[in-house]
């Protein structure tokens, strides 16, 4: 009994070691050139495989490793593997259960060669039936953009076309789904914790979006997500039928500025509650570079904020010659209306109050981070409430900010001719005046 059980563990382990072997010993990569021909043929682009290797256990399956598909290397993976089901070929059919695909990497080509290949829909049963498609680890190489690592699962249908589909990044911070809808297809995605892929590194606490993708186009239903204590809402479209087109409007809800600011400008500038309404726009050859072709119309109030490197109180005051650098300027309430096109930024309609002053003019951020504006600002607690005309000009980095030349002149004036104080009150006026005709004649620079 003993040695039938020893003849049996024996024979059981040299199966086991041929199933191990058998694989090893088979001349496969004769194969490789006919398998590259055929799905050339089939799928249209270029295709090319390193090696081929067939394993029987734990259960038989087909590996391809370092397999490129596409011109330019659009598509690169360093392993696929095919899992057949068994069942049905005990009839005669060869059925895909699985085909999992590990550490891939896609330039931007391979989303418009993927949409191609898969969008024919079959009418007849296919020679090959695919169950599910699993991608993991997969990479989106994107000029400009930093975007997460993905496991992406796709499910078939009996005829091969495309039934549904699961996006989920490696660090579980942000989960997309895709099912077919007439046309088109439905998407739903939620993020936590995310960060944009391109233009500034933005954090969103919460994220849920819902899309539909149309032909070449990604229309944004609705996104609401909650970042920086606040709220922003959006609706737009994203369409990459020759440039990549972005339209869209958004609100946002009592917005914290100063991380944001900081993260957008490298410094801290402003602080205080945003609320906004705004209009956007962006043309670009590749997604990445959508942010810097950004075009914006927004109207916008900040609220118990903090304006940093500017005291217009004390510029207001003082009727300083030379240019006041440094300071702050507190406020209940800064609104205006914002103009953005790249890098340019013009401010108009500025109006800021708080418990010290008034102010209201208009400011230009030019692409070389150069300031230009002017402000008429009023001290409520003086003994006049004339409002002084200053100039803001410097650098982001360093504003500057004095009386107007003509405000200086017309001070001088009104002084030499009536003395301090009312004198120099009703020289500053008509200097603001005489600033106010230029501006109308055409005279300013905005």
Known sequence: MKKKCMRAL???????????????????GSFIPR????????????????????????????????????????????????LPSLLPLLSGRFMVARVMV???????????????TTSSTGTSSPAVQLGHLSLRRVKLDWPEMVLPTMDIDIALTALNTFRSAQLRSVDNKLQIDLEPDADGYAISAAAKDWVLPFGPPLLMDQLNMRLRLQGQALHIQSMRAAMYQGQLSAEGKLSWLGPWQLDGVFKLDKLALQQPVTLLSGKRRLSGHLFADGKLSARASEPGLLAQTLKAGVQFRVEDGVLYGLDLARAASLLLKQGAQGGETQFDRLSGQLDAAGARYQFRQLKIASGLLTGEGKLTIMPDKTLDGVMQVALKHSVSLVAIPLQISGTLAQPTVFPTKAALAGAAAGTALMGPGVGTSLGVKAAGAVDNLKGLLGGSKD
Not at 12 to 20: D, E, Y
Not at 59 to 66: A, C, F, G, Q, V
Not at 103 to 111: E, H, T
């Open 10 to 28: 024996l024979a059981l382990a040299l199966l086991l070691c041929m199933l191990l072997i058998l694989p090893w010993l088979m001349p496969l």
């Open 35 to 82: 398998l590259e021909q055929q799905a050339t043929a089939s799928l249209g682009v270029p295709v090319r495989a390193g090696s081929l290797r067939l394993s029987l256990l734990p259960t038989p399956h087909l590996t391809i490793s370092r397999l490129v598909v596409g011109a330019d290397d659009a598509l690169m993976a360093e392993q696929l593997a095919v």
């Open 102 to 116: 590990e550490d891939v990497r896609l330039k931007p080509g391979a989303i418009e060669m993927l949409a191609s």
